[in-house]
């Protein structure tokens, strides 16, 4: 009995600290932001990775969608980064959608200004449903407006990408 309460709190505590619920004080959240905002921005995030063996965004996007997801590195460009804290980031993919990139268990962050320069992911693509919650939630990071979040009404399927390192290049 008392191990399964300790279950559960264990699975509240790791859900309260999410990025869509967390609540950090104020001054822990500018120091982060302050830091990942003026990082020098080509480098590396999270786990080192090399260069080698990345494959292009249109062999993931094969891979997805015959296997259910792709594990492994691929390149692409930086489109929008999460303005509070760099926690997420967007890149296009070739079939005209746009990838939302999260960082595993929250571990690492991304600048906040560093939307335009080339990149290197390494980590786990998946074909899933992102929820009308958590859509808002992202255009509320995005910086839109509160009549933009607002008319978000449905569901998304889409690839999403939880890397574990990524590589920032320097602007060709």
């Given at each position: 009995?008392?191990?399964?309460?300790l279950?559960i709190l264990g699975l509240?505590?790791?859900?309260s600290?999410?990025?869509q619920?967390?609540?950090?004080?104020?001054?822990?959240?500018?120091?982060?932001?302050?830091?990942?905002?003026?990082?020098e921005?080509?480098?590396k995030?999270?786990a080192?990775?090399?260069?080698?063996?990345?494959v292009?965004?249109?062999?993931?996007i094969s891979v997805v969608?015959?296997e259910?997801?792709?594990?492994g590195?691929?390149a692409?460009e930086?489109?929008?980064?999460?303005?509070?804290k760099g926690?997420?980031?967007?890149?296009?993919l070739?079939?005209?959608?746009?990838m939302r990139?999260?960082f595993?268990?929250?571990?690492?962050?991304v600048?906040t200004?560093?939307?335009g320069y080339?990149i290197?992911?390494e980590g786990v693509?998946?074909?899933t449903?992102t929820?009308?919650?958590?859509l808002?939630h992202?255009a509320e990071?995005?910086?839109?407006s509160?009549?933009?979040?607002?008319?978000?009404?449905?569901?998304?399927r889409?690839?999403t990408?939880e890397?574990?390192g990524v590589?920032?290049?320097?602007?060709?």
């Amino acid at each position: 009995m008392k191990k399964s309460y300790l279950v559960i709190l264990g699975l509240v505590i790791a859900l309260s600290t999410s990025c869509q619920n967390q609540k950090a004080d104020s001054a822990v959240e500018e120091v982060v932001t302050e830091e990942s905002s003026t990082k020098e921005i080509p480098g590396k995030y999270g786990a080192d990775l090399e260069d080698t063996g990345v494959v292009s965004p249109s062999e993931m996007i094969s891979v997805v969608e015959k296997e259910g997801n792709f594990e492994g590195k691929i390149a692409g460009e930086i489109k929008e980064v999460c303005t509070k804290k760099g926690c997420w980031l967007t890149m296009d993919l070739p079939n005209g959608e746009s990838m939302r990139v999260t960082f595993k268990d929250y571990g690492f962050f991304v600048p906040t200004t560093s939307q335009g320069y080339p990149i290197i992911l390494e980590g786990v693509a998946v074909l899933t449903e992102t929820d009308v919650e958590t859509l808002r939630h992202y255009a509320e990071d995005g910086g839109m407006s509160k009549e933009e979040v607002a008319a978000i009404t449905e569901p998304k399927r889409e690839i999403t990408f939880e890397a574990v390192g990524v590589m920032i290049k320097e602007k060709a």
